[in-house]
């Protein structure tokens, strides 16, 4: 009932930047939390950035300091721009969000995932 469709992954070079999207719809009253995972080849999906739909932003400590997650809330989009890309960045990215359906019903769903691939 609900989809979300991340877009902006590839390949980059170490330092560089990318900018990853993610749109959630469906049937949806309304986005609450929303938050990027990674994982990378034998290796636990582990939780990147989280955002509440007030903006409370929770970042792992891997990545302070170089990823921003935020969000647009009237377009139930989550971004997440990535800079100073390092190879141990390198995973598939999903984006997941907590939704609340018209009848308040909360639900989590989760992205195909996005290769994001950091290499010299």
């Known amino acids: 009932q609900v989809q979300l469709v991340e877009s902006g992954g590839g390949l980059v070079q170490p330092g560089g930047s990318l900018r990853l999207s993610c749109v959630a719809s469906?049937?949806?009253?309304?986005?609450?939390?929303m938050g990027w995972y990674r994982q990378a080849p034998g290796k636990e999906r582990e939780l990147v950035a989280s955002?509440?739909?007030?903006?409370?932003?929770n970042y792992a400590d891997s990545v302070k300091g170089r990823f921003t997650i935020s969000r647009d809330n009237a377009k139930n989009t989550v971004y997440l721009q990535m800079n100073s890309l390092k190879p141990e960045d390198t995973a598939v990215y999903s984006c997941?969000?907590?939704?609340?359906?018209?009848?308040?019903?909360?639900?989590?769903?989760w992205g195909q995932g996005t290769q994001v691939t950091v290499s010299s």
């Open positions: 997941t969000t907590r939704v609340a359906t018209p009848a308040l019903k909360e639900y989590d769903y």
């Open positions: 469906g049937n949806i009253f309304r986005t609450n939390s």
């Open positions: 955002i509440t739909r007030a903006g409370t932003t």
